[in-house]
């Protein structure tokens, strides 16, 4: 297993792992799936060196994101000095190994790298499977609200419950 940054070249993968992972999400989670992502948001995550791969055996196993500030969904707590992991979108063929447990350990060396304090991810939607999943994987849930703002955020925050978890470095 082997995690690096994205490329370019990935893109048509990593819209192709998100539309998969959008499939599964409607037949789960009918009231909540990701939207569609434009091109250009994508490829500057990548150019950004914000989007990640996990490779296994050279086969693209799992892509996420991550971003330096998240003031719409974490308002004040987004003073706090974080890294913040999105869309984690899993190769069907790879379903049950457990990447978020090697994106956590990946995740917690990369922001104390960084001088971080928290590593913290957030979902829509009340999922008790996922909450306990993400909680066995080392992440604190700190429980679930409605957002105070929506208006620069993907669709399926619109109007939805989130869940926030996060993991203290200090």
């Known amino acids: 297993m082997k995690i690096t940054t994205s490329t370019l070249n990935d893109i048509p993968e990593i819209f192709r792992l998100y539309k998969l992972a959008t499939d599964f999400q409607k037949v789960k989670f009918p009231d909540n799936q990701w939207p569609e992502f434009e091109k250009d948001f994508m490829s500057t995550e990548v150019v950004e060196n914000r989007q990640f791969k996990l490779l296994i055996?050279?086969?693209i196993a799992c892509f996420w994101a991550i971003?330096?500030?998240?003031?719409?969904?974490?308002?004040?707590?987004?003073?706090?000095?974080?890294?913040?992991?999105?869309?984690?979108?899993?190769?069907?063929?790879?379903?049950?190994?457990?990447?978020?447990?090697?994106?956590?350990?990946?995740?917690?060396?990369?922001?104390?790298?960084?001088?971080?304090?928290?590593?913290?991810?957030?979902?829509?939607?009340?999922?008790?499977?996922?909450?306990?999943?993400?909680?066995?994987?080392?992440?604190?849930f700190l429980g679930m609200k409605k957002l105070n703002n929506t208006s620069d955020l993907p669709s399926h925050y619109h109007n939805a419950d989130v869940c926030f978890f996060e993991i203290d470095l200090r």
């Open 67 to 140: 971003t330096y500030s998240d003031p719409q969904i974490w308002e004040e707590k987004d003073n706090d000095s974080s890294i913040y992991i999105h869309r984690i979108a899993t190769n069907p063929q790879y379903r049950g190994k457990n990447f978020v447990q090697a994106i956590v350990a990946w995740s917690k060396d990369f922001a104390a790298k960084e001088n971080k304090q928290y590593v913290r991810m957030d979902t829509c939607g009340k999922n008790d499977k996922l909450i306990n999943h993400y909680k066995s994987c080392g992440f604190d």
């Open 57 to 59: 055996d050279d086969n």
